[in-house]
Structure formats: C-alpha cells, structure tokens
C-alpha cells in the first residue's frame, strides 16, 4: 500500500495522460507547484480507470482477487488492453471535465461581471494560428528593432517568450499595417527582458 501511494504522488502512473492533455493544449505547465498537483490529480484518476478496467477484464471488482490473478493472467494482453482503456478513458474523460469546468467557471465569472477564463496555454492562443502566417517584430523599449520575420518555431512548455525561432524574410514585418483586416494584431510587453512583440497574426476569414 505504502508503494501504491508512493507511486501515485510521485506521479508516474499518469504521466502519459497528463502529458497528452498538455500537449493538446487542455493544460498548461507553468513548472511550479501546481504542475506537480495537476499530475497527482491525473494519476489518482488513471488508478480509478486501470482498476475498472481491470475489474472488466477479469469480471471481478475485488482487488484482492484482481492481485491475485494478474501474475496468471496473459501480461501482454492485459498490460495493451489496459493501456488502450486509458488512453482512450483519459483522452474521453478529460477533455470533458476541463472544458465542462471552464465554461462553469466562465459562466460565474460573467454573473460577476468578469472576464472570461481559458485553460490553454497562453502562448499557444497567441502563436498558434493552424499553419497559417504569423509574423513578429521585437523591438526593445526603445522601438529599435532586434528582430523580424515569420514564426517558424515556438516553446510552449514551462518557458517565457525566449525561445522563438524567427526566419527573416522579404516582407517587411514592422511595415504592416496593425488595423489591416488581413491581419490580427497584438502586441505583448515583457518586462522582465525589456522588450515588446508585435503579432500579426494572418486573417483565417
């Protein structure tokens, strides 16, 4: 029991799941504290839906007897069956219960006149524009600029806005137009690096 629980806090046991939500843009990581409770939060979850789908699979909810009959039973047969229940379980459940609780959440915060909430990852909302063009312009908070170009490449994990990859181009970024209907525009001031970036993000109308 001792080890069971060991496992479970150490987060081991939903470290997939946990990693597909991230990667789906469901939770963001912000490499604190809160990223460790989320994991604890999905390995409790993904023991509830092993167990279940244990329980299933032998026909019996007792755990005693499924401990018992996991050391006779075909290991590779249960270890597939029971990987694809969760993953299909977590990539079900999950997304339900996380845009379930947001739009609950929004939903008071409207009543209180607030603003809306999202779970995403901040970064990936601003950058992520479904292959189509963004392009950016950073500047220093002297409006000189430092670099310009289109978005090839950006870290949305545990990082700030210091790993971007630019690619310089013809087109002269900083030149655009920031009320075109071709584009969406929108600026973000780093204050810790003293530096602002200008999105142009291409229209998807």
Same mark, same amino acid.
């Not at 990539?91 to 995403?120: A, C, D, H, W």
């Given at each position: 029991?001792?080890?069971?629980?060991?496992?479970?806090?150490?987060?081991?046991?939903?470290? /997939?799941?946990? +990693?597909?939500?991230?990667?789906?843009?469901?939770?963001?990581?912000?490499?604190?504290?809160?990223?460790?409770?989320?994991? /604890?939060?999905?390995? /409790?979850?993904?023991?509830?839906?092993?167990?279940?789908?244990?329980? !299933?699979?032998? @026909?019996?909810?007792?755990? %005693?007897? $499924?401990?018992?009959?996991?050391? @006779?039973?075909?290991?590779?047969?249960? *270890?597939?069956?029971?990987?694809?229940?969760?993953?299909?379980?977590?990539?079900?459940?999950?997304?339900?219960?996380?845009?379930?609780?947001?739009?609950? /959440? %929004?939903? $008071? +915060?409207?009543?209180?006149?607030?603003?809306?909430?999202? *779970? $995403?990852?901040? +970064?990936?909302?601003?950058?992520?524009?479904?292959?189509?063009?963004?392009?950016?312009?950073?500047?220093?908070?002297?409006?000189? =600029?430092?670099?310009?170009?289109?978005?090839?490449?950006? @870290? %949305?994990?545990?990082?700030? !806005?210091?790993?971007?990859? $630019?690619?310089?181009?013809?087109?002269?970024?900083?030149?655009?137009?920031?009320?075109?209907?071709?584009?969406?525009?929108?600026?973000?001031?780093?204050?810790?690096?003293?530096?602002? =970036?200008?999105? *142009?993000?291409? @229209? +998807?109308?």
């Amino acid at each position: 029991m001792n080890l069971l629980i060991s496992i479970v806090l150490s987060g081991i046991i939903g470290y /997939i799941p946990y +990693r597909i939500l991230v990667y789906t843009g469901l939770l963001s990581e912000n490499d604190d504290k809160n990223d460790v409770f989320k994991m /604890i939060l999905v390995s /409790i979850e993904t023991l509830i839906i092993l167990y279940l789908s244990l329980g !299933f699979y032998f @026909n019996e909810y007792k755990i %005693n007897y $499924i401990i018992e009959k996991i050391p @006779n039973a075909n290991f590779v047969g249960i *270890f597939i069956y029971s990987f694809i229940a969760m993953v299909l379980m977590t990539g079900i459940l999950n997304p339900l219960v996380i845009l379930s609780m947001q739009y609950l /959440i %929004n939903k $008071i +915060r409207t009543i209180f006149n607030l603003e809306t909430i999202t *779970f $995403i990852d901040k +970064r990936d909302e601003l950058f992520n524009n479904n292959k189509k063009p963004v392009f950016i312009v950073v500047r220093n908070f002297d409006d000189k =600029i430092i670099s310009e170009g289109a978005l090839r490449h950006f @870290n %949305n994990q545990k990082s700030g !806005f210091d790993l971007l990859e $630019i690619q310089e181009m013809d087109l002269v970024v900083s030149e655009l137009s920031h009320s075109s209907s071709n584009y969406d525009y929108h600026v973000i001031l780093d204050l810790k690096q003293q530096i602002k =970036i200008e999105i *142009f993000k291409a @229209n +998807r109308n």
